[in-house]
């Protein structure tokens, strides 16, 4: 099958859809390469974070600043980087760099959205204008010869174009699902490394001698002892104090 002649039976309506399959399969590409990476290490960097975060958080804040070209390592390094913290502000900065690391990895998928919607609409449009141009050419002399078989012959050609749009929809629509289900299996690991390395945050405190530019993160310091309420007689500025348990001052200025 000769493709360069099949492209150009189908009308103008292969051009903009050439267009479209070129973009698409470039998104394909760049974030199967994208998931290959995150993929194939982010397990890694998980489990030596958190085996180091028992013993050393400096050392697990090491371990994350040399992973933050990968997702999972900019998350957990954004808590660990504060030079002092709270839980909740720990918590805090974890929420915060998983919404924008998440965001991050729907990138492209509004194009393929695009591609998957317009794709079928431009191949119909494709045959719909085929079939516009081969009615045209009949003519009622001409039915039952050859000409009419021409006519027929430009209808098939004129569906090219439907064909097209559709496997370029079908592919895009494939492999939005496939990373659709990676992003949902992302959000899963991020859960759980957060809550992994919040609970390690419980149960080993670092120890408030760190040095603040290794970005150790402090406990809170524990609350205040109530003092006891001190007796008052008198205002500042001379005024009674309404004490009803108190009635010596009520009883001197009687007498």
Known sequence: MDIVAEFQKGGVAMYPLLALSILAVSIIFERLWF???ILNQERTIVNRVLNAAQTDWGEAREIARNATDQPIGRFLFAPLSLPSADLETFRLALEATAEEELAGMRR???????????APLLGLFGTVWGLITSLRAIRIGDLGTEAAAGVSTGIGESLISTAAGLVVAIISLAFYRLFQTLLFNQVRVFRKAGNDIELLFRQFPPSADFSQNRGTVLPASPPSKPQPPKRRGKLKFGEPYDNPTDTTNSESENN
Request: charged share 30%; hydrophobic share 55%.
């Open 108 to 118: 492209g998928e509004k194009l393929l959205e695009a591609i998957i919607g317009l």
């Open 35 to 37: 998931w290959l990476r």
